[in-house]
């Protein structure tokens, strides 16, 4: 019950003291805001192009071509070893009767020139289309598939794929970097900018020790506030996150630039994000806080 009295006790004592210096109060949560709204945009920027990589990935496929003269038995034999590779996700066959068929729904003049083959004089070939569960391992699991007897060709668009698959990983590791740069600036920043606020009252501190309160009990109003300041400071993010994320979706069709390009849809995305606003906001307070108090205190 004791400690109970004495958070409600603090909680109070915060919000008077929100009041009361409220020049100073404002100050930090025009800091906190601003810098939340910069952290905003790096965390819409950062899932944007993690969900864009996640959508290109899905629609990168490994083709195997198998020999002419592969029977169903060979066939069979392939699809087994397929199975047993870890890191394929899916396959699908298409006979050559199958690719020659869609080959001629596509285009009249591949339906005129195909038409005139039989089977003994058709170059197509019978085909496995493979996805992978991890795209950084792809050229790796394409080699494997290049051993198999009976495989003819492998095609996965060497080359360009492994550098895209190298180019996204260094733009999430940069967006990542960013996000947590910025976290660790806004900090700094508060931490800074709570100085002004207790350095105007280590006079009040220091009675408070004088009279033998705890270093706990005199930190703990200070880290309270520090946590209101961070909740106010990120109200005005989150109004920005919200709608401007919204009409930014709206304005663009809900893709950037061209069709594969997709952007995150905004429910539940603009709701998860504004919650990681909050948390970030009230966490970067109250270590903001507990850090400037602790040098007016005997640790």
């Not at 490994?62 to 069979?76: G, H, P, Q, R, S």
């Not at 009767?97 to 089977?119: A, G, H, P, R, Y």
């Not at 496995?128 to 996965?156: C, G, H, L, P």
């Not at 995305?269 to 007016?296: E, H, N, P």
Request: proline share 2%.
């Amino acid at each position: 019950m004791k400690l109970f009295r004495m958070l409600g006790r603090s909680i109070r004592d915060a919000f008077k003291s929100v009041i009361r210096n409220f020049s100073l109060s404002l100050a930090s949560i025009s800091c906190i805001t601003i810098t939340l709204i910069i952290v905003a945009v790096a965390i819409i920027a950062s899932f944007n192009v993690q969900n864009f990589t996640k959508e290109i990935e899905k629609d990168l496929t490994i083709v195997v071509f198998l020999n002419n003269k592969a029977n169903e038995e060979d066939i069979e034999k392939v699809e087994k070893k397929l199975k047993a590779i870890d890191n394929i996700e899916s396959y699908d066959f298409q006979s050559k009767q199958e690719v020659k068929e869609q080959m001629q729904k596509e285009s009249e003049i591949f339906n005129t020139v195909l038409d005139e083959w039989d089977d003994n004089e058709s170059p197509l070939k019978d085909t496995f289309q493979v996805k992978v569960k991890n795209v950084e391992k792809i050229k790796a699991t394409a080699n494997k598939i290049k051993r198999m007897d009976q495989v003819s060709v492998v095609r996965y668009g060497e080359g360009m794929v492994d550098q895209l698959v190298n180019a996204f990983s260094s733009i999430q590791k940069v967006t990542y970097g960013i996000v947590i740069a910025l976290v660790i600036v806004t900090i700094f920043l508060i931490i800074n900018t709570i100085k002004l606020t207790i350095s105007a009252r280590k006079r009040e501190i220091s009675i408070m020790r004088l009279v033998g309160a705890s270093n706990f009990t005199i930190k703990t109003p200070f880290i309270i506030e520090g946590m209101i300041l961070g909740l106010l400071g990120s109200i005005i993010p989150i109004i920005f996150t919200t709608y401007g994320y919204l009409a930014f979706y709206k304005h663009f069709d809900g893709h950037l630039f061209s069709e594969l390009i997709k952007l995150i849809k905004p429910e539940p995305f603009i709701y998860t994000t504004s919650l990681m606003i909050i948390g970030i906001g009230i966490l970067v307070g109250m270590v903001g806080s507990a850090s400037a108090v602790k040098k007016y205190l005997k640790i």
